[in-house]
């Protein structure tokens, strides 16, 4: 028969907390953040989809980049393909927009950040979520966040498509703002699709002996460095596709005269 005595161990339970959180710093300011940052992305893209100025020769707004319906004016498709023809007469951005916004949209990093901010679960470390269960995404809907491979490599020929752009603006335009603005844009959006997770498994995520597969390797060490500045990637070029966007849009309409843009 065991003896307690009065220095034995007390076994220890679990703290109930009945606040919500004892964090007393602005936990709520990041998520906050987030969801304003998230949200105006959303009703940006919406707006630019259903906005027609998207070409002013020789720029073309990312959101509407490739331009493959017949509908795109000259000089704005694609080594002038128009494989969509004029499909149920939808805009061109709608035509190609799911595929960089499902890659964003799957992205590990949004998932955290929209996890965080808009569903709060939770909205931040050591605070109470409102939801009663966690089932994580090993189920539907969520396990299909497992598809973001897949739109990796619709990201990699969308990037190629935006820096073959912005090389189009520099042939024909290499003093424009605009055609900086394209090539600063083109750089934030393929480093940010270089540094994701899936590309950097893709490289040499299955090797086993580096020392065997130099190349891989030296791919692995580039994309690693990158991946490491997935997040501030993922925010910079967010806000860099939308102001490039909003800049072509501008000059389109007539807002931004051209002689400076
Ligand atoms: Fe963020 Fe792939 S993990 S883009």
């Known amino acids: 028969m065991t003896q307690t005595t009065p220095d034995a ?4 339970q679990r ?19 987030t969801f304003l940052g998230l949200s105006s992305f959303l009703v940006y893209g919406i707006w630019a989809i259903i906005d027609n100025s998207y070409f002013v020769d020789p720029y073309i707004a990312p959101f509407a980049s490739p331009c493959l319906a017949t509908s795109c004016p000259e000089g704005a498709r694609l080594f002038g393909w128009a494989p969509f023809g004029d499909w149920y007469a939808l805009p061109p951005g709608l035509l190609i927009l799911g595929l960089p916004g499902g890659f964003r949209l799957t992205c590990y990093y949004y998932r955290k950040s929209y996890y965080r901010s808009f569903w709060l679960s939770p909205p931040a470390c050591a605070v109470q979520e409102p939801h ?13 966040q497992n598809i973001h491979r897949y739109f990796f490599y619709a990201a990699i020929v969308i990037g190629l498509i935006l820096a073959y752009d912005a090389v189009l603006a520099l042939v024909h335009k290499p003093t424009g703002l605009g055609t900086w603005i394209l090539v600063v844009n083109a750089v934030l959006i393929n480093a940010y699709t270089l540094s994701c997770h899936s590309c950097r498994h893709i490289t040499a995520g299955r090797l086993n002996h580096f020392s065997r597969h130099p190349l891989r390797y030296r791919a692995w060490t580039f994309v690693s460095k990158l991946n490491a500045k997935h997040q501030p990637l993922a925010w910079a070029s ?6 490039a966007d909003l800049y072509v849009r501008l000059v389109a309409k007539g807002i931004i ?5």
């Not at 009663?132 to 299909?144: A, C, M, S, V």
């Not at 967010?238 to 102001?243: A, Q």
């Open 9 to 12: 161990p007390v076994r220890r």
């Open 15 to 33: 703290a109930q907390v009945k606040v919500r959180t004892l964090r007393t710093d602005r936990w709520w300011l990041v998520p906050l953040l």
């Open 132 to 144: 009663g269960k966690y089932t994580g995404e090993r189920r539907f809907p969520l396990i299909l």
């Open 238 to 243: 967010m806000f860099s596709v939308m102001g």
């Open 257 to 261: 005269a051209f002689p400076y843009a």
